[in-house]
Each structure stands twice: as structure tokens, then as C-alpha cells.
């Protein structure tokens, strides 16, 4: 499973989130992969005018409000595509049976219509709206462990 879009998540929330620019090495060792997979992600969400650079300063920062990038948004900017994709049809479906005959229209169907709805869905989720949830996260999770001591 690709997890480039959830790994952009987790950039972008940091990247919106920290006091200073953050750089590959430090988003990297948060993500848990390495800094060369987060420069390739970078540079997409750069490409899509999310972040940027400065000459001279190492780490990037938002170009956009958090509340102007939403979830689509940051799908298509990594899978550089421009509509979403999450489900295939096998290829070869045998056409002399009634079921492979017809399997291809019917599923292409039913998993684009599927795809829309989450496509509309995305559109609707701004990375103002993951920072919320996952502060709100902490703060209940804090709560917790503060109940127990």
C-alpha cells in the first residue's frame, strides 16, 4: 500500500505547525523514513505551491494557509494526478463467461462512483482541520494519562 499521502499529511503538519523551518533530515526522523523520500514529497508539494524554500535557509514553510490545502489537494500533488484512484479491476476476466463478460462496466461503474464520493469528501477536509483533530487528540490522551496517575 502507498502511503505518500498520508506521509504529506504528516509533513505539512509539521511543517505548519513548527516555530522554524523544518528541513528533510528533521521531517524525515518525525515520519520515520528518510530524507530522501521526503524530498521527493517535497518537492511535489512544492511543485503544487504548498510549501517553499528559501535560497541560504534550510527547511521549508508553508506557502498557503492551512486552511486553503485541502485533503484532494494534497493527494493530487503527490500522485500527481488530478483525480483520485484508490480501487483496479483485474485484468482478464474470462469474456465466453456472463460474469467476465460484464464485471469490467459494472465495477468500473460502482468504484468511480465510490471514488467521487471520497474525492468530494477530501475536497471538504483542510490540513486547519487535521491539526485541529490531532491537537484534540493530544489534549484527551493528556487527560487520560493525567486521570491515571
Not at 505547525?17 to 530522501?36: C, L, R
Not at 464485471?103 to 469528501?121: A, S, W
Request: with cysteine; glycine share 4%.
Amino acid at each position: 500500500m502507498d502511503t505518500k499521502f498520508s506521509s504529506a499529511i504528516h509533513t505539512l503538519i509539521l511543517i505548519a505547525e513548527s516555530e522554524t523551518p523544518m528541513n528533510s533530515d528533521q521531517i524525515a526522523h518525525s515520519v520515520g523514513t528518510n530524507a530522501s523520500y521526503i524530498r521527493k514529497l517535497t518537492t511535489r508539494l512544492r511543485k503544487a505551491g504548498m510549501i517553499e524554500g528559501r535560497r541560504g535557509i534550510s527547511g521549508f514553510h508553508l506557502k498557503k494557509r492551512p486552511n486553503e490545502i485541502t485533503l484532494f489537494d494534497v493527494y493530487t500533488a503527490v500522485t500527481e494526478t488530478s483525480q483520485l484512484h484508490l480501487f483496479d479491476i483485474h485484468q482478464n476476466p474470462n469474456d465466453a463467461c456472463i460474469v467476465g463478460h460484464n464485471i469490467r462496466p459494472v465495477l468500473g461503474n460502482m468504484f468511480r462512483q465510490t471514488e467521487e464520493d471520497v474525492e468530494e469528501k477530501l475536497r471538504k477536509i483542510s490540513l486547519t482541520d487535521c491539526i485541529e483533530n490531532m491537537r484534540m487528540y493530544i489534549n484527551e490522551n493528556q487527560e487520560k494519562e493525567e486521570e491515571m496517575k
